[in-house]
């Protein structure tokens, strides 16, 4: 039997009906859309499906959609700003830290997540922050140098592009 939850999205309010086994990762995608959500392993060893929820990022697909009513959730389609890419997705293409893009999504709200908690971190922090994320195409390095060059984005911006 379906349930009714609601949800905020990227700052939209989403009323939805959903079963009760449905993932987080399956509502974003089929229901509402958002693709940039990848589906991976499906049991939250790749970090492919990680959103921000709550401020925290999670496994989408490891959280069930009636675990989400009243949450609110960022997902990649939320990063870009009205003046364009937001600053760690604008370094992640400045860097070439993108090969095949599956990982991307994931390692940005990742890497965004540990940018709002510490604006200066080193590379052992930033290797942490993305532990949960698995890249088979760049080996990392690509894309820790693109996360230590968007440190301090907020600072340099005057806004939070959020």
């Known amino acids: 039997m379906k349930r009714l939850i609601t949800l905020t999205v990227n700052d939209k309010k989403y009323e939805v009906a959903v079963e009760p086994n449905m993932t987080l990762v399956d509502l974003l995608r089929y229901e509402l859309g958002l693709t940039g959500t990848k589906k991976g392993c499906e049991v939250g060893d790749c970090g492919s499906c990680t959103v921000i929820m709550d401020g925290n990022p999670v ?56 940018l709002d908690r510490n604006a200066k971190p080193d590379e052992a922090e930033v290797r942490m922050a993305i532990s949960g994320n698995l890249c088979r195409c760049t080996g990392y390095q690509k894309i820790v140098e693109a996360i230590k060059s968007a440190s301090g984005w907020r600072e340099g911006s005057g806004k939070s592009h959020e």
């Open 59 to 114: 496994n989408s697909c490891l959280v069930l959609a009636v675990q989400a009513n009243g949450r609110d959730i960022l997902t990649i389609e939320g990063l870009e700003t009205d003046e364009g890419l937001h600053p760690v997705q604008q370094a992640f293409v400045d860097k070439g830290a993108i090969q095949c893009g599956f990982c991307t999504s994931g390692m940005i709200l990742s890497a965004k997540n540990l």
